[in-house]
Every structure is written in C-alpha cells, then in structure tokens.
C-alpha cells in the first residue's frame, strides 16, 4: 500500500511528526466517523539519519502511528503525557501547573494558554487521566480542534478501534464550556 503524499505534512509539530516538512506521506491513511467524531488515522515513515544501517546498508525505518478526532470547539495549544526518561535526565520534572500533586508528579503538560488547560483539566478529567492506564501510555494533544495521541510502531486494526475508544473517552469528559472558551 502506498502512502498519501502530503497527507500527513500539515501535523508537522504534533507529537512524533517533524517540527517541519514538505509533501510528507501518510501511509495507512484512514478517514471516518467514530462514536460520531470525525477521526483521522495514520502511519508516519521516517529513517533516522543517526541510526545504524541494516546488513543490507540501509537504515532502519522508524513507524509512527498518530491517531486524532475532532473536537467539540477549538481549543488552545496542550501537550499531556508523564514525564519522559530525558525529562528526568535534564532535571525537567513534571509542570507544575495544577497543584494536585499527584497529577503534577505523574503528567507534565506544556501549554499556552493556563487558562484552557485548567477548563479542560477539572477534578473528574484529573481524576479520570489519574486512573485509567490509557493515560500513562498515550500522550495528548490538543491543536486547533482536534485531539492527538501516537505511539511508535505499526497500526494494527484493534490498536486503532483502542486509541479512538480513549480519544473520544477523553473528548467526552472534558467539559463543553472549555472548547467555548479558548
């Protein structure tokens, strides 16, 4: 299957995506509605120029699975997930930004707008994030007015049905008054 060429160049800057890029192809391009959202699903393909070659001499390729659905309203830039062993390493420890200490020493979450996040991030969103394992292994993104999660590694079928459930799981706690409000 080839890819959809240019397809995946306007997420540049979400997640694994690269901060800029041209005619960048989305293999594995998927279109539809889920739990009545709008989703987009895609794989993203790219050789690590720093990687070691394979006995053949190429370079290994490196899959990026992305996943997002459409949200309710716009929202304001907000990039969730637990702190990363290079956070650590460079002393950048979890965003204090809540004053929950138990979500702040588990989540860091980068944002421009303090305001939003704390509309989208009430006690049960907190609560919810706090107890559910998905949490721990899917980052999040809001951009605009879509939700984004990704992984490293191909898509299977039921890796897609998993991470929609969880986007709009996530979509529907968060209280309507934040995508107003942003």
């Given at each position: 299957?080839?890819g959809?060429?240019?397809?995946?160049?306007?997420?540049?800057?979400?997640?694994?995506?690269?901060?800029?890029?041209?005619?960048l192809?989305?293999?594995h391009?998927?279109?539809?509605?889920?739990?009545?959202?709008?989703?987009k699903?895609?794989?993203?393909?790219?050789?690590?120029?720093?990687?070691?070659?394979?006995?053949?001499?190429?370079?290994?390729?490196?899959?990026?699975?992305?996943?997002?659905?459409?949200?309710?309203?716009?929202?304001?830039?907000?990039?969730?997930?637990?702190?990363?062993?290079?956070?650590?390493?460079?002393?950048?420890?979890?965003?204090?930004?809540?004053?929950?200490?138990?979500?702040?020493?588990?989540?860091?979450?980068?944002?421009?707008?303090?305001?939003?996040?704390?509309?989208?991030?009430?006690?049960?969103?907190?609560?919810?994030?706090?107890?559910?394992?998905?949490?721990?292994?899917?980052?999040?993104?809001?951009?605009?007015?879509?939700?984004?999660?990704?992984?490293?590694?191909?898509?299977?079928?039921?890796?897609?049905?998993?991470?929609?459930?969880?986007?709009?799981?996530?979509?529907?706690?968060?209280?309507?008054?934040?995508?107003?409000?942003?």
């Open positions: 299957m080839s959809a060429r240019g397809r995946a160049t306007e997420y540049c800057g979400v997640g694994p995506m690269p901060g800029k890029g041209s005619n192809s989305a293999w391009y998927i279109t539809g509605e889920f739990r009545g959202r709008a989703f699903c895609f794989e993203y393909r790219y050789t690590d120029p720093l990687s070691p070659t394979t006995q053949s001499g190429n370079r290994k390729l490196t899959y990026e699975s992305v996943f997002l659905v459409s949200a309710p309203g716009p929202g304001a830039y907000m990039h969730m997930e637990p702190p990363s062993k290079l956070d650590r390493v460079l002393g950048r420890g979890p965003r204090k930004l809540l004053d929950v200490p138990e979500f702040d020493a588990k989540f860091r979450v980068d944002r421009h707008d303090e305001a939003f996040v704390r509309n989208v991030l009430t006690g049960d969103v907190m609560a919810f994030f706090l107890s559910d394992q998905r949490a721990e292994k899917n980052p999040l993104r809001v951009r605009d007015d879509e939700l984004f999660t990704w992984y490293t590694g191909t898509m299977t079928p039921q890796d897609i049905e998993d991470r929609l459930n969880y986007l709009c799981d996530v979509v529907e706690r968060i209280p309507a008054q934040a995508w107003t409000s942003a």
